[in-house]
């Protein structure tokens, strides 16, 4: 169970150090134009304001164009004009800010700066606050397009923008011509879906159990649990008798289906998120060979020769908070949950009170604290489809009585298990 465990989670600690080492998006850009810097007469270029193929009003568009300024610069293969120069220039040709302009405008821009060349690009939101840059290098001369680059990045901007256009200060509108503020259709504000999702599952494990049976008041026998432990044949009731009985790491098997539902999600391109689960899931002891504890302070052998001495049937709530190392398609995530359990253990060999009647078989019904750690990955199929697979190791613990006076009877779950399912987004 463990080895599994950590294979699972070197797998997706691998695949999450790809997704953090992965290149800054903005420098692959700046890498690829800068490979072009060579085919120009002269490394001089200017960076044009982005535009959303929509054409609103936004102020991703400077944002992009100012990053990839910086990273430009940073890798010392071109010269850049300043952004406040090519603004001035823009403004006083009327050629607009927009980073929309024809082939004649880009030649005019070209002779006006002494730039050998733009990056101009346009913006598309995808799925998952992501936005598609495609930018090009052309030539101010031929208007050829030399060098061309496609990213996706992180939204991080809204849709209204902090700042507007300066309206151009002119000496004489006989000299210059008026610049006239563009105007555009501003779209309609849109839902942002955030990755909420509605899972059904099923799986299966193992594990093992720690069952203790303890009486400071009345004295446990073994014809109680159906226990030869002095090894003489007969399940005695009156001699020996014992104040505590325990057994720890017996080895434990699926008893019943494993199945869940649950529902949750991440703030749209977040990695942070949550989720609530309903579930149910069964484990027995089966036949081995362990030792068992008397009284707390000696230990003999002792052999299970049954598969159904002891089951459990658990039912669960519980929460898991979740961090997934990407919003994309592929989804490597890790958890921390707990959540509360309801608890059906049986046994046809134990002894209770039903009522006044002191009979078997056990059936009782405990209230118990969980604890767990999630491991998985999500691979998004859809737009609002997924498939994942989840290795979960599982900690459960509670007690009952038998209806027995001073009696404590404790039981700890811990168990390994792998589910598989299916998400639907909303």
């Given at each position: 169970?463990?080895?599994?465990?950590?294979?699972?989670?070197?797998?997706?600690?691998?695949?999450?150090?790809?997704?953090?080492?992965?290149?800054?998006?903005?420098?692959?850009?700046?890498?690829?134009?800068?490979?072009?810097?060579?085919?120009?007469?002269?490394?001089?270029?200017?960076?044009?304001?982005?535009?959303?193929?929509?054409?609103?009003?936004?102020?991703?568009?400077?944002?992009?164009?100012?990053?990839?300024?910086?990273?430009?610069?940073?890798?010392?293969?071109?010269?850049?004009?300043?952004?406040?120069?090519?603004?001035?220039?823009?403004?006083?040709?009327?050629?607009?800010?927009?980073?929309?302009?024809?082939?004649?405008?880009?030649?005019?821009?070209?002779k006006i700066l002494g730039v050998s060349a733009i990056i101009t690009g346009t913006l598309l939101d995808v799925e998952n606050?992501?936005?598609?840059?495609?930018?090009?290098?052309?030539?101010?001369?031929?208007?050829?397009?030399?060098?061309?680059?496609?990213?996706?990045?992180?939204?991080?901007?809204?849709?209204?923008?902090t700042t507007q256009p300066q309206q151009p200060t002119t000496t004489s509108p006989a000299s210059q011509p008026t610049y006239?503020?563009?105007?555009?259709?501003?779209?309609?504000?849109?839902?942002?879906?955030?990755?909420?999702?509605?899972?059904?599952?099923?799986?299966?494990?193992?594990?093992?159990?720690?069952?203790?049976?303890?009486?400071?008041?009345?004295?446990?026998?073994?014809?109680?649990?159906?226990?030869?432990?002095?090894?003489?044949?007969?399940?005695?009731?009156?001699?020996?008798?014992?104040?505590?009985?325990?057994?720890?790491?017996?080895?434990?098997?699926?008893?019943?289906?494993?199945?869940?539902?649950?529902?949750?999600?991440?703030?749209?391109?977040?990695?942070?998120?949550?989720?609530?689960?309903?579930?149910?899931?069964?484990?027995?002891?089966?036949?081995?060979?362990?030792?068992?504890?008397?009284?707390?302070?000696?230990?003999?052998?002792?052999?299970?020769?049954?598969?159904?001495?002891?089951?459990?049937?658990?039912?669960?709530?519980?929460?898991?908070?979740?961090?997934?190392?990407?919003?994309?398609?592929?989804?490597?995530?890790?958890?921390?949950?707990?959540?509360?359990?309801?608890?059906?253990?049986?046994?046809?060999?134990?002894?209770?009170?039903?009522?006044?009647?002191?009979?078997?078989?056990?059936?009782?019904?405990?209230?118990?604290?969980?604890?767990?750690?999630?491991?998985?990955?999500?691979?998004?199929?859809?737009?609002?489809?997924?498939?994942?697979?989840?290795?979960?190791?599982?900690?459960?613990?509670?007690?009952?009585?038998?209806?027995?006076?001073?009696?404590?009877?404790?039981?700890?779950?811990?168990?390994?298990?792998?589910?598989?399912?299916?998400?639907?987004?909303?």
């Amino acid at each position: 169970m463990k080895k599994n465990f950590y294979a699972l989670l070197i797998l997706l600690l691998m695949l999450s150090s790809k997704t953090f080492a992965r290149e800054d998006e903005y420098t692959k850009m700046a890498k690829e134009f800068s490979e072009s810097a060579s085919l120009l007469p002269q490394p001089k270029i200017a960076i044009m304001p982005f535009v959303y193929l929509d054409k609103r009003i936004s102020d991703g568009g400077p944002i992009v164009s100012e990053r990839l300024t910086t990273r430009i610069v940073k890798l010392k293969k071109f010269q850049v004009i300043e952004r406040q120069l090519l603004e001035k220039v823009l403004t006083e040709q009327n050629l607009g800010t927009t980073g929309i302009i024809d082939v004649e405008s880009t030649k005019k821009i070209g002779k006006i700066l002494g730039v050998s060349a733009i990056i101009t690009g346009t913006l598309l939101d995808v799925e998952n606050q992501m936005v598609e840059i495609n930018a090009r290098l052309i030539n101010t001369e031929t208007a050829e397009v030399i060098a061309t680059s496609s990213v996706e990045i992180k939204k991080i901007w809204s849709d209204v923008p902090t700042t507007q256009p300066q309206q151009p200060t002119t000496t004489s509108p006989a000299s210059q011509p008026t610049y006239t503020q563009p105007t555009y259709n501003q779209p309609a504000a849109r839902h942002v879906k955030g990755d909420s999702f509605f899972d059904i599952f099923m799986g299966g494990g193992s594990g093992k159990m720690d069952l203790s049976f303890k009486n400071t008041s009345t004295p446990i026998y073994e014809y109680e649990l159906s226990f030869d432990i002095n090894g003489n044949g007969i399940f005695n009731d009156t001699s020996p008798n014992y104040s505590e009985v325990s057994f720890t790491d017996l080895e434990t098997a699926n008893a019943g289906f494993l199945w869940g539902f649950r529902i949750g999600g991440f703030s749209a391109g977040k990695l942070l998120g949550g989720e609530l689960e309903i579930s149910h899931y069964a484990q027995q002891i089966t036949a081995q060979k362990t030792t068992v504890t008397l009284d707390g302070y000696s230990t003999n052998s002792f052999s299970f020769y049954v598969d159904d001495y002891l089951k459990v049937n658990t039912y669960l709530m519980a929460g898991d908070l979740l961090l997934r190392f990407s919003s994309r398609m592929i989804q490597p995530y890790i958890g921390l949950g707990i959540g509360l359990t309801l608890n059906n253990t049986t046994s046809p060999y134990i002894y209770q009170f039903y009522d006044t009647t002191f009979r078997k078989p056990l059936d009782q019904l405990n209230v118990g604290f969980l604890f767990r750690i999630p491991v998985g990955l999500r691979v998004k199929l859809g737009e609002s489809t997924s498939a994942f697979l989840e290795y979960r190791s599982t900690g459960n613990t509670f007690t009952s009585t038998r209806n027995i006076k001073g009696e404590t009877d404790t039981v700890t779950l811990t168990t390994g298990q792998t589910i598989f399912g299916m998400g639907f987004g909303f």
